[in-house]
């Protein structure tokens, strides 16, 4: 089963609310209903289903009453589009966080009334990463539920250094040093170590993790062995005793993730990820609307770093493994 995790629809009545609670960003950013041709494309690349989530566009109110609003409505339309694309579409639902009782509601919501796929999340609500202590509870919920978690950078949170806000760094750069940032943090945290039963997936092939996996893994390794404590002392690495990063293996917490293919104008990026994580936690990921379902089917079919089984398992196996739908 052809599966694409990594699609966006922010229809208009949604992004009209969203420019009603005051996000300028969400003016005239909303789309037709009309799906017809995301179907046609699906249909020509033999894609069973889109997975439709609303991140990238900042969505993140900052009132708590219309952010649960925003969010029922969401994923409300979300709904109606699986329904009116007779289940074609499905979708990662919205929660209302940094409110952890709302968001867990809404988490709920999505999972047992909606029937979603998952929950989507920024790398940051309201500015407070992942693994903020105070979402320990909503984390416990969606590990007791063996939930998915697809996490997808956000450009409004990528001015992340002096002079990104022009040319469009933001998101050429801060978007993929962002979604890197994530993956480290509910590492170096312990909150994928905590809650193992959440099935973690990030957008865009992980950020530059592909590319910095060999840094890593030797920072880590200088850390677990304090062979750098000459260096930089003891201090600089004092947090690595409290993970469950070990030094026969340290990046393995990474390659219990999932990720996404959306990095269809590299082709040595596949080579990196046979370097890094593997290709066996790899899923098809478009970035539909934003890139093309066509061109990253075709970017997999006639990748030259890739076997006949590796693209197999990346277009039709990996996520038919991890959704079973």
């Not at 209903?33 to 109110?61: E, F, N, Y």
């Not at 070990?246 to 990474?254: E, G, I, L, S, V």
């Not at 104008?265 to 098809?284: H, N």
Request: hydrophobic share 40%.
């Amino acid at each position: 089963m052809r599966i694409d995790v990594h699609a966006h629809y922010y229809p208009q009545a949604y992004t009209k609310l969203l420019a009603g609670m005051g996000l300028r960003q969400a003016e005239h950013a909303g789309q037709s209903s009309d799906l017809s041709g995301r179907l046609k494309a699906m249909d020509d690349t033999h894609t069973d289903c889109q997975i439709l989530s609303s991140a990238a566009l900042d969505t993140q109110v900052p009132d708590r009453d219309n952010a649960v609003i925003a969010a029922r409505v969401v994923n409300d339309l979300y709904a109606e589009t699986g329904v009116q694309t007779g289940g074609r579409m499905k979708a990662f639902g919205w929660v209302p966080l940094p409110w952890v009782d709302e968001a867990i509601a809404e988490m709920q919501r999505c999972l047992d009334e909606l029937g979603f796929a998952g929950i989507c999340f920024p790398t940051l609500f309201q500015d407070r990463p992942l693994d903020d202590k105070a979402f320990e509870p909503f984390w416990a919920e969606m590990n007791r539920r063996k939930a998915k978690a697809y996490i997808h950078p956000v450009g409004a949170h990528s001015m992340c250094h002096h002079g990104m806000r022009e040319y469009g760094l933001h998101t050429a750069i801060g978007s993929m040093a962002q979604i890197q940032m994530a993956a480290q943090r509910i590492v170096y945290s312990g909150l994928s170590h905590r809650y193992p039963d959440i099935e973690f997936i990030f957008a865009v092939c992980g950020g530059y993790l592909p590319y910095t996996w060999e840094r890593i893994r030797r920072n880590l390794e200088r850390g677990l062995t304090m062979s750098a404590k000459a260096a930089v002392g003891m201090n600089f690495f004092s947090w690595i005793k409290d993970t469950p990063i070990t030094a026969d293996d340290p990046m393995r917490p990474f390659r219990k993730f999932w990720y996404d293919t959306s990095v269809q104008d590299l082709p040595e990026a596949m080579l990196l990820v046979q370097k890094s994580y593997g290709t066996d936690r790899l899923l098809l990921g478009s970035d539909e609307i934003f890139a093309s379902l066509v061109e990253i089917v075709d970017y997999i079919e006639t990748n030259a770093y890739l076997s006949a089984a590796e693209k197999r398992m990346i277009l039709d196996e990996n996520a038919q493994s991890l959704f079973r739908f």
